[in-house]
Every structure is written in C-alpha cells, then in structure tokens.
C-alpha cells in the first residue's frame, strides 16, 4: 500500500468515526455516548421530513443538515438530543404570525387512511414574556396535525405551557374545528393532559393562575403517540412521574356541527373575538389532505401575546428569554396501527 491510499484510507475512517455516535463505558457501568453531529444520526426519520426555522431557512433535504441556534444536536453525557428552537420573532410561514424551527411531512394522507407519529422530548424553554390572559403565551406547539387543504385548520396542536415563576407546566391538547362555510368562526377546543387545558389564564396580564399540582418541568421527559387509524385519532401521553393518558377522537364525524354542540370552555375562551362562534362541517376533516408536524412552534408572537421581541432582533431574544427550545431523543413516523392490536 502506497503512502496516498494510506492517508486516504485514514482520513475515510475518521470521517465515519465523526458522524457516528459511539459509546464508552465509563463509571461503573454508566455508558458516555458521544455527541453526533447531524439530527439525522439521532434521528434517522429525516428523509420524511421538510423544515422551516427560526430564521426562515427551508430545506427538503434533512440528511447530513444542522444549523445552529435553529436545528443541531445536544449531548448530556448520557443521550443525544435533537434540538428544535426558535425566537419569538422572526420569519415564519404565510399562514402564521408564530415562528417555528418544525419539520413538516412530505406525504400528505387522509384521516380514513392515517398515519401514526410518536415522540420522546423534554421542553428546555419558553418565552419568558407575555400577557397571561393571552391563551396562547409562555407556550410552545411540539407536535401537531395540519390540514393541507380546505381551511388548513389543525386538528391536532400538542402544547406544553408554563407560567413565569411556575416550576411546573402544563400539556394539553386542542383540536381546530374544520369549519363549515367560511373560516370565520374557528375554534378551538382544548383537553387538559398534565396541569391545565388552554383556557386557564392569568386574571390580568401580570397575573398568573396556581400551579398545576400534576404538572411538568422545564427538563422533564414525556413522550406521546399520536395514532389515527381509519378515520379515529388515538391519543397517548406517558410520563414517568405521571400517570399514562389516552384520548380518543374521531376526525370523520364532528362533535361540534350545532350550536348546541360548542362547549362553554370555547364559548369563555373567544367571548370577546370575532372568530369561536362557528360549527364544524358534519364530516370534520374525513377525505381531507393531512400530514404530521413536529419540533417547535412557538407560540409567543408579539400580536397576540405581546411577548417581548426586540425589533426581531434573535440574538437579543435569545440572550433574553424570548425564545422556545424543545429536545427530541427518540421519534417514529409511519403508517398507523389497529389500537386493539397493542
């Protein structure tokens, strides 16, 4: 073997040694994993993903692809981590005023066929600023379900919440209407999954309610499964200080086609908007192009939250608290599974 072919042969096998995450044992029997490189080495789902960032990048090619600040790895020694994050202010979608470093699915389905999605996390932050009679503050958006036709409503948000000063936080779940005739009187309904649902706000903007006994931490690892299987959403939360949650939803036949069918939350929540006081078409979302998302979707947009942005200056808002950052271990994408199979 010639002196080239050995510099090249060595130069192969460090460059596989980099972008592979190894483990060492160390301390007893506690096991060191090195930091890998790319989100696609932690989680090799990525070629079924798009992703818009912070910052407004986009990119359809997730293999081998970080950036920092927005969608790169963590280690704590123990496990590697996805990061998710994004400020308050930024560059976002046409459809949204909320910044989002978020994957999006490439396949599109309808709820006859499904889909399944899981997800094992821990929230690190969320904006620190906010009105707390704003639903929507001090929250960020970790996995969803989104309508790519029709109203592009969202019938399934996946939240986490918490309080300035709180040490716990909340999940919760809120499912969009697909509503019948034009989009004007969407809404929302929310279930409560740990801590509160999305109507329990602060009495004024400084106020904040108690909080949740049953809640979750900032660092906390939770994990979901979101599992819609011919036409049914199946909905699981487990935790390892919590008790397992399951829900269950249907997206073919509505719960809300009347007026006598929408809930006093809903009615509390948008008495003072012009948008809460429609119905949902008989048939919800049935025949209607969906597909997953997952990562962050911040929720706190200087609109409607007045959350403190800096002039969207991101350096600032991330040296300041005016961000949200989500860490996803382990995640799975595919088609969904009979329920009474498991």
Known sequence: MNKTSLIIIIALVSLACKNSPKEEVSNGDRKIVSKAEFPSDVIPFMDKWKILMGDGTRSDSLINLKKEGFFFVENDSEENWVVYKTPNSGVTSRTSSNTRTELGEKR?????????????????????????????????????????????????????????????????????????????????????????????????????????????????????EVNVYKGIMYLTFTSEDHKTVQFTKSLIKSDFATREDIPEQVKKVYANREKGGGVEREIAYAGELNYFKQGAYNQANAKSTKSEVYGGDIAKQYANGSYAEVWFKTATLGPSVNPDNN
Not at 154 to 160: A, G, N
Not at 191 to 213: I, Q
């Open 108 to 224: 599109d389905w309808v709820p006859e066929e499904g889909g399944r999605l899981t997800g094992t996390l821990k929230v690190m932050h969320v904006s620190t600023t906010g009105d707390a009679t704003a639903a929507s503050s001090y929250s960020v958006v970790i996995g969803q379900i989104h309508s790519g036709e029709g109203h592009e409503n969202e019938p399934l948000k996946i939240y986490y919440k918490k309080f300035p000063g709180h040490t716990k936080g909340s999940v919760f779940w809120n499912y969009e209407i697909n509503t019948k005739g034009d989009n004007i009187g969407r809404f929302d309904y929310s279930t409560a999954v740990w801590g509160h649902d999305f109507s329990v706000v602060g009495s004024s903007a400084t106020d904040y309610p108690p909080e949740p006994e049953d809640g979750i931490a900032l660092g906390e690892e939770f994990s979901y």
